[in-house]
Nanobody
């Protein structure tokens, strides 16, 4: 059973930093893409950042560009999200997602939740003003 486990969430003041980590407990799957999504109360789940199978290509939603950095360690089947200069509007539950069913073609395809078939349980990030 493939399972993704997130960690690193918490409460931080505006301007602070957090680093989220997502690990595959089974370490047996090939992940053709890995991504972070977030969902704030009363809002739909939205794309935050993604990386391709090798980690050579990364993609970000405009609101986090220059502040967040996604990276992955294929040997450990983990993906990290370094979040700097956090803002109150970054407050949400952050979900790790992975795709096991083949490569994605085109940057825009990485932003669709439906392209990912493995999800974590989420970790809460709260940014106070």
């Amino acid at each position: 059973q493939v399972q993704l486990v997130e960690s690193g969430g918490g409460l931080v003041q505006a301007g602070g930093s957090l680093r989220l980590s997502c690990a595959d407990s089974g370490r047996t799957s090939t992940y053709y893409a890995m991504a972070w999504f977030r969902q704030a109360p009363g809002k739909e789940r939205e794309f935050v950042a993604a990386t391709n199978w090798s980690g050579s290509n990364t993609y970000y939603t405009d609101s986090v560009k220059g502040r967040f950095t996604i990276s992955r360690d294929n040997a450990k089947n983990t993906v990290l999200l370094q979040m700097n200069s956090l803002k109150p509007e970054d407050t949400a539950v952050y979900y790790c997602a992975a795709r096991t069913s083949g490569y994605l073609d085109g940057a825009y395809t990485y932003t669709f939740p439906g392209k990912y078939d493995v999800w974590g349980q989420g970790t809460q990030v709260t940014v106070s003003s």
